[in-house]
């Protein structure tokens, strides 16, 4: 990561500032074991970091208002005044950023310029969360530098903020949760309700979770994800018509859930059926991390796809192709598109020392039927946010 990444920032850093950044810091993707699209629906997800990262490389400039942030990696550059209101732009990236300022703009917040250089090894629109690593990143560089007292749910919850108004996608909690609350070797059980969470082992007894990137890439802004939201909505807003009593959506039962029916429509009702069975999964897939049963855990990924699939309705051809083929395999316990849906990568349980079979033999089907050629990466459960202080020799 040192040479790949950090070195790079600092080198481009250099170059462009003529001066040595004050701060490094380290805002990492996520992937999501199971529980998908239920984080804006009361429901539990089972994210955790992984070692790929947005690096940030700071300096603060007290003497001036200005503000220059560089995205290194699509060479472009922008700037801005902060102690100006901010809108949303056209570069899709800087929203998300402008989008952290504007909450945070405040009497109370003084600011100075800054200069920021940040490259990523997060690859975008693969759903691994970039944007949240984005969003987050920058909130948290901002409460250190000017000590603004933010607690760790604050960044992640400003972060998700700047995605509904900056960034136009009405996304859950779920991203930015992750890349916050990170803990090597750990997964994180969330309950997107309440923002309570407790950390599993992710011990998987000889069996890793390796991405297969179907290099289908999507935006949420363009894809389905804001319609399927509002599926999901018109779906809750019956239900609670009827059961008022209900607190939280994942205590609707599926025989409440059959008995509006057909007021929903059709559409609704698969998509909140879907929720409230992926939801159940996600509990019982935290117990089978727990007692060591990944051969369950495997089947309970692979039904999620399914309800993805056909239900939700976020797959696409590459995916399914993937996961069907994937689970053909031998050594494979499950499989499933990961993530907003769309495109982007499916994660696969599949036992250590057939791992490299596996890929051989899925990249060379894939390749075949698509003439794309698949992206693999072997990810590493890791740290939240954090502030790279280690020596950086270049
Ligand atoms: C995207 C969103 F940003 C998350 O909030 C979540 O809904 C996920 O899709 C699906 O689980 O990553």
């Not at 917040?109 to 920021?116: D, L, P, Q, R």
């Not at 560089?141 to 607690?151: G, H, K």
């Not at 057909?262 to 999964?281: A, D, N, P």
Request: with cysteine; hydrophobic share 40%; proline share 2%.
């Amino acid at each position: 990561m040192h040479e790949q990444l950090i070195i790079p920032t600092i080198t481009k850093f250099k170059a462009e500032f003529k001066a040595e950044p004050e701060r490094i810091f380290l805002s990492p993707g996520r992937i999501n074991i199971i529980g998908e699209h239920v984080d804006y629906s009361d429901g539990f997800v089972l994210p955790a970091a992984i070692d790929k990262y947005i690096c940030f490389a700071v300096r603060k400039l007290s003497q001036t208002n200005v503000c220059t942030i560089i995205a290194k990696d699509l060479g472009e550059e922008y700037t801005f005044d902060v102690t100006m209101e901010v809108k949303p732009v056209q570069q899709m990236w800087m929203n998300y950023i402008l989008g952290v300022f504007s909450q945070l703009q405040k009497p109370e917040n003084v600011f100075c310029g800054m200069e920021i250089v940040f490259s990523s090894t997060i690859p975008m629109g693969s759903g691994l969360s970039s944007s949240a690593a984005l969003e987050c990143g920058f909130a948290y560089i901002l409460n250190e530098l000017f000590d603004l007292q933010l607690s760790k749910k604050e960044i992640a919850v400003i972060g998700q903020k700047s995605e509904h108004s900056f960034a136009g996608v009405q996304c859950g909690i779920m991203d930015q949760f992750a890349s916050v609350f990170g803990k090597e070797n750990k997964v994180i059980m969330l309950d997107c309700h309440s923002l309570e969470h407790q950390y599993f082992d992710a011990d998987l007894k000889g069996y890793s979770l390796l991405l297969f990137d179907s290099c289908v890439k999507h935006t949420h802004l363009t894809s389905g994800y804001n319609e399927r939201r509002k599926d999901v909505e018109h779906g809750k807003k019956i239900l609670w018509k009827k059961f008022p009593e209900i607190e939280k959506f994942r205590d609707f039962t599926i025989a409440m859930l059959d008995s509006v029916k057909k007021e929903m429509g059709s559409v609704s009702y698969k998509r909140c059926f879907y929720l409230l069975k992926e939801i159940h999964r996600v509990k019982m897939a935290a117990k089978a991390i727990s007692e060591g049963d990944i051969e369950y855990l495997g089947t309970l990924l692979t039904e999620t796809h399914a309800g993805l699939s056909t239900e939700f309705e976020v797959s696409c051809n590459e995916l399914d192709f993937l996961v069907e083929n994937t689970l053909q395999q031998e050594g494979v316990l499950g499989s499933r598109i990961m993530g907003g849906g769309f495109g982007g990568c499916s994660i696969n349980l599949i036992q250590e020392n057939k791992a490299e079979e596996v890929i051989e033999a899925i990249s060379e089907k894939y390749f075949e039927y698509f003439n794309i050629q698949m992206k693999i990466y072997h990810v590493k459960i890791s740290e939240g946010i954090k502030e790279y202080t280690n020596e950086y020799i270049i």
